[in-house]
């Protein structure tokens, strides 16, 4: 049974840090994709950023500079460096991994709210 685990979220103030941790387990299949999408009160999940196994990244436009997603293969885990949080980055931060196989898996989501 695969499970992803998230980890650091939190309530941070504006212009602060927060570090997010998702560790994958379960399957014997290799990770293709693994990203972070997020989604705030009212509205849609959206990508946040995206990595790939060779180490291809993608950002939304509006977290360019401040937010780097990482991975350690070896470990099944990606990681989602945060910085100059702003209030509209408060949201539900969701893991997702892309398996070889083509399945699909998510987190069950921590919460990011950044205020003062």
């Known amino acids: 049974q695969v499970q992803l685990v998230e980890s650091g979220g939190g309530l941070v103030q504006p212009g602060g840090s927060l570090r997010l941790s998702c560790a994958a387990s379960?399957?014997?299949?290799?990770?293709?994709?693994m990203g972070w999408y997020r989604q705030g009160p009212g509205k849609q999940r959206d990508l946040v950023a995206r990595i790939t196994s060779d180490g291809s990244t993608n950002y939304a436009d509006s977290v360019k500079g401040r937010f780097t997603i990482s991975r350690d293969n070896a470990k099944n885990t990606v990681y989602l460096q945060m910085i100059s949080l702003k209030p509209e980055d408060t949201a539900v931060y969701y893991c997702?991994?892309?398996?070889?196989?083509?399945?699909?898996?998510w987190g069950q989501g921590t919460q990011v709210t950044v205020s003062s």
């Open positions: 997702k991994a892309v398996f070889t196989t083509g399945r699909e898996y």
């Open positions: 379960g399957s014997r299949f290799s990770i293709s994709v």
